[in-house]
T-cell receptor, first 111, second 115 residues
Framework: SQELEQSPQSLIVQEGKNLTINCTSS?????LYWYKQKYGEGLIFLMM?????EEKSHEKITAKLDEKKQQSSLHITASQPSHAGIYLC???????????FGKGTRLSVIA | EAGVAQSPRYKIIEKRQSVAFWCNPI?????LYWYQQILGQGPKLLIQ????????DSQLPKDRFSAERLKGVDSTLKIQPAKLEDSAVYLCASSTHSGSSDTQYFGPGTRLTVL
């Protein structure tokens, strides 16, 4: 069974709009990682969350981990074309990486 | 600081042929991972090394896939013979150790097409 569910699968937003991507685990998380991937390229590390209730921000991207450490959200404020790509959440569910990944959310930002 | 290097970036082969991928991790990173990413899916772990020892290869199809990291630095992943379903992006990642707080950094990947 899929351990990590991401939603939505794809998202098209107008430039300047806000958006949220969700990642839900069937297990308690030791760590939750967010990566961005452009087509045909590797994964770029965005943020890592470990503690329940933790929230981190970088530029216009904010990631949160819920208190139960089973759900995370990635929020982008005032989206730009440079935000387009595939966003992947990766979970450490055993305390000893490697990571289990969701299927990704494909984000398109239109002018 | 140089990132994770992988080569080749692209490879096209016919089924039943052999292929090898190379990865050079970030300097000083003890842990190295190979992931397979099929189109539309998230990456799936194939094998994890800690220095030159294998930590987890439970999802590696050992009848056709092999990997080594002889000197605890560079690594090669081989497929012999390739099948159509092996078409995917092969990603190498490295981290300082293998703890839950050790971020994995990924290379650009090798896109394999099997015809």
């Amino acid at each position: 069974s899929q351990e990590l569910e991401q939603s939505p699968q794809s998202l098209i937003v107008q430039e300047g709009k806000n958006l949220t991507i969700n990642c839900t685990s069937s297990k308690t998380l030791y760590g939750l990682y967010w990566y961005k991937q452009k087509y045909g390229e590797g994964l770029i590390f965005l943020m890592m969350l470990q503690k329940g209730g933790e929230e981190k921000s970088h530029e216009k991207i904010t990631a949160k981990l819920d208190e139960k450490k089973q759900q995370s959200s990635l929020h982008i404020t005032a989206s730009q074309p440079s935000h387009a790509g595939i966003y992947l959440c990766g979970a450490d569910t055993s305390g000893n990486t490697p990571l289990v990944f969701g299927k990704g959310t494909r984000l398109s930002v239109i002018a | 600081e140089a990132g994770v290097a992988q080569s080749p970036r692209y490879k096209i082969i016919e089924k039943r042929q052999s292929v090898a991928f190379w990865c050079n991790p970030i300097s000083g990173h003890a842990t190295l991972y190979w992931y397979q990413q099929i189109l539309g899916q998230g990456p799936k772990l194939l094998i994890q090394f800690q220095n030159n020892g294998v930590v987890d290869d439970s999802q590696l199809p050992k009848d056709r896939f092999s990997a080594e990291r002889l000197k605890g630095v560079d690594s090669t992943l081989k497929i012999q013979p390739a099948k159509l379903e092996d078409s995917a992006v092969y990603l190498c990642a490295s981290s300082t150790h293998s703890g839950s707080s050790d971020t994995q950094y990924f290379g650009p990947g090798t896109r394999l097409t099997v015809l």
